[in-house]
């Protein structure tokens, strides 16, 4: 008797390997799988610019000069902010705000994926006029400034699309994977959240047939949608996935998207991830300190075993 629905994920492009260069970029379930990734002990790059939505955002990280002056701004607590980014990059000044910026910036450049993860979780955007001939500018976040200094704006299919291939064409030694988060945005009406992912799947759709070498679609949103229906899956806000839906998820991605070596690292490191997390009574103690130095030994020759440096 067949009790789920199986999604059919495609494989990728590439298969996913232990020396494998991978950043992800996008809303907060990107950082989400991005971070399993990391537990997983693989590395990744994960939101270097903190937690954007949708794909004119991502695109104006790239498009515009961080060392803007126009892009920061102060607010009533005297701590400064980037139009561009969240509010993970707050400081105490415009010239501190704007160093980690660049530094973000530079962080991706140096790292040169050559696999790139993009989850879009909306089309929606803002805008805030700058005044006087200048165009508005699109922010990735709105600090939770008045509703009037912005203006709410929605991209239309061939807008997603052209923003998403100007990112593409950005990194053009990467395949890029594209995903779209599951969360739920009631605020637009739950009518409203089915149309404006079903632009993004319209617009990601495009992208894969105009870029068939480099981009391919990994269905995170189909998997909650239909494998994942029932509301167990879901947080307390019935909006946002359970952390046994990313776990889950995480497990469908890492049995299609990563090769065989990978999957066999991820097999032995296990046992050591759970050792790295135990938390004994008394730190101090001789027992404690002789099982932190056997799990350190044990760490030391699964990566010799696989010849990962760290």
Excluded at 170 to 181: D, E, G, N, W, Y
Excluded at 262 to 277: E, G, N
Aim: net charge neutral; charged share 25%.
């Amino acid at each position: 008797m067949k009790l789920q629905t199986q999604v059919e994920i495609p494989t990728p492009l590439r298969l996913i390997g232990l020396r494998s260069r991978i950043a992800f970029v996008g809303s907060c379930f990107a950082k989400h799988i991005g971070h399993k990734m990391r537990e997983s002990g693989l590395p990744a790059l994960v939101n270097p610019f903190g937690v954007l939505y949708n794909p004119q955002s991502i695109l104006e990280l790239f498009r515009q000069d961080p060392l803007n002056d126009a892009l920061y701004f102060k607010d009533a607590d005297d701590r400064w902010h980037c139009w561009l980014t969240d509010s993970s990059f707050n400081a105490s000044s415009r010239e501190a705000c704007k160093a980690g910026v660049v530094s973000a910036r530079g962080k991706l450049v140096e790292w040169n994926p050559d696999t790139l993860i993009i989850t879009l979780g909306t089309n929606r955007y803002y805008v805030r006029p700058q005044g006087g001939a200048s165009e508005a500018l699109t922010v990735g976040n709105c600090h939770k400034r008045p509703q009037t200094e912005f203006e709410e704006r929605a991209l239309s299919v061939s807008e997603c699309v052209e923003a998403l291939e100007q990112v593409c064409s950005l990194f053009p030694r990467a395949q890029v994977i594209m995903t779209v988060s599951p969360y739920r945005y009631s605020k637009y009406g739950f009518h409203g959240s089915r149309l404006s992912k079903a632009t993004l799947l319209l617009a990601v759709d495009e992208v894969c047939r105009r870029r068939p070498s480099q981009v391919c679609y990994f269905p995170a949103y189909e998997i909650v949608l239909d494998e994942l229906r029932d509301y167990r899956f879901y947080g307390s806000d019935m909006l946002h996935p359970s952390p046994q839906a990313i776990d889950y998820i995480w497990e469908r991605f890492s049995e299609h998207s990563l090769d065989s070596e990978t999957q066999r690292y991820l097999y032995d490191f296990a046992p050591i991830r759970k050792a790295l997390l135990h938390r004994p009574e008394d730190p101090t103690s001789a027992a404690a300190q002789r099982f932190n130095e056997q799990t350190q030994q044990q760490l030391r020759a699964l990566l010799t075993k696989y010849n990962i440096e760290l």
